[in-house]
């Protein structure tokens, strides 16, 4: 993956290139939001049910391998004080390919421009 960094708000943001398409990082926006706990930033976004529709939405607009019968169990516990999801599970579950989660020094969780923008409105 190509990576390179723009500028927002004084916040450098790193773009990967992912199969032609650019990748923005959603840890870079959480960080800027909240330094100490940008992780709970991004999987309190997850938890969101209206998140949930837009990734659904996205999803099968654009991934024709998108799993819908786990996108529909996940949707139903959108909201749930319990419900917990991280991109990692939401990758894992559904085949979503608008996210990408990668663990170690050089990953974090990057998302199609799309989705990034969402996220950090």
Request: hydrophobic share 40%.
């Amino acid at each position: 993956m190509k990576s390179s960094k723009i500028l927002v708000q004084n916040t450098a943001v790193s773009i990967k290139q992912h199969h032609k398409v650019d990748f923005i990082s959603l840890t870079d926006i959480a960080r800027y939001k909240d330094r100490e706990r940008s992780d709970y930033i991004l999987q309190n976004w997850m938890r969101n049910r209206e998140t949930i529709e837009f990734l659904g939405l996205w999803e099968k607009i654009n991934n024709d391998d998108f799993n819908s019968i786990e996108f529909d169990g996940i949707k139903m516990q959108a909201g749930i004080n319990s419900f917990i999801l991280t991109p990692k599970k939401w990758i894992e579950k559904t085949s979503a390919i608008g996210i990408i989660s990668k663990a170690g020094r050089y990953g974090g969780t990057y998302a199609h421009r799309d989705i990034a923008f969402e996220f950090a409105s």
